[in-house]
């Protein structure tokens, strides 16, 4: 049972982290994009 809400938790931490990191990553082409 704790190991299960552990990889929860891990896995929820993941993908935020992956969605902030594509935010960013989306932010910088949109910018390059009008710089260009």
Known sequence: MWIE???????S?????L???GALT???VRG???LI
């Open 5 to 11: 809400i552990e990889d929860k938790h891990r896995w």
């Open 13 to 17: 931490a993941v993908f935020s982290f």
């Open 19 to 21: 969605l902030a990191v």
């Open 26 to 28: 989306l932010l910088i």
């Open 32 to 34: 390059m994009q009008y």
